[in-house]
């Protein structure tokens, strides 16, 4: 009996010496793995995925992707150094990749490793409506979402004898927790769908993105409709698990005014000079 009080006691201290905070929305999160963990094992999943997968041949469509992903992870830069978090930004090595597919998906592995789908690319009619994509998928890496799910899962599974895991043989422990978040080889490729919460943090989260970046976040609600109508008939895998589509675009109402307010700034206006020449004529009087 004592032996498992203390157990529970050291548990309990454990968890509240693990959390951490969300940067941007400031939530607070369980966070029992590291952050060279989580990038090895996703490292790998990226590294499995991209060995089978099969590059797009769209250079219109590749550019976009590299062109609006670039300023995205910018944005996630230039947020972490406001906000004092420099040290994060050693984390992300960006890639941007197109791939040949009909899948209605796109995602960013921590580390900054983002695959675009070709299927959802004949959805995108601007470079605003990626940027409203690209900002959710980065956000959930910024957000360290994929820790904290591994956290959670290994709490569930290992429940009070976590604490032997952590202190002895983390290194396998976490492998084996990854292999079901992230599903290490190219049948499974990407991360798993995260929660509701997640789903709808990261939304906040990439608004934000995507205003740093230069992009009118009011397209988000035009594009939520768009992905709406498309599921009807065949939900995306982008969509699985996550809030509903008339909830999801009732909460980007909500947040909208507030972060264009604070985080937006419209491109300044073109202004095209007109330069109006004026041309003398000379009258010349010939003497008869």
């Not at 966070?31 to 997968?53: G, I, K, R």
């Not at 090595?93 to 791939?99: S, T």
């Not at 995602?107 to 990626?130: F, Q, T």
């Not at 709406?228 to 008339?246: C, F, G, K, T």
Request: charged fraction near 15%; charge should be positive.
């Amino acid at each position: 009996m004592k032996k498992l009080l203390l157990l529970s006691l050291v548990s309990a201290a454990m968890l509240l010496t693990s959390c951490g905070s969300v940067p941007i929305t400031g939530r607070k999160q369980l966070n029992l793995v590291s952050d060279s963990e989580v990038l090895q094992s996703s490292l790998q999943s990226y590294t499995s995925f991209m060995s089978t997968a099969t590059i797009s041949t769209q250079k219109t469509q590749s550019e976009q992707v590299t062109r609006v992903g670039k300023k995205i992870a910018a944005a996630t830069e230039a947020y972490l150094k406001s906000a004092g978090l420099e040290s994060e930004i050693q984390n992300f090595a960006w890639e941007f990749n197109l791939v040949k597919s009909d899948e209605i998906n796109a995602w960013c592995m921590p580390g900054g490793k983002i695959v675009v789908y070709e299927g959802i690319m004949a959805l995108m009619s601007s470079d605003a409506e990626l940027a409203v994509v690209l900002g959710h998928e980065v956000a959930h890496a910024v957000a360290k979402h994929s820790n904290e799910r591994m956290s959670q899962q290994m709490i569930a599974q290992y429940g009070a004898q976590a604490l032997s895991i952590f202190t002895s043989g983390k290194s396998q422990a976490t492998q084996a927790i990854a292999q079901q978040v992230y599903g290490l080889g190219a049948n499974y490729g990407v991360m798993q769908p995260f929660s509701r919460k997640h789903e709808t943090e990261a939304d906040e989260m990439g608004l934000i993105l995507m205003s740093i970046a230069g992009y009118n976040p009011e397209v988000a609600l035009t594009f939520w409709q768009k992905m709406s109508a498309a599921s009807s008939s065949n939900v995306p895998e982008i969509l699985s698990s996550h809030p509903s589509d008339a909830t999801r675009i009732s909460n980007i109402q909500s947040k909208l005014p507030d972060i264009k307010q604070k985080y937006y700034t419209a491109p300044a206006a073109t202004t095209t000079k007109t330069t109006t020449k004026t041309t003398s004529k000379k009258t010349t009087t010939k003497k008869k």
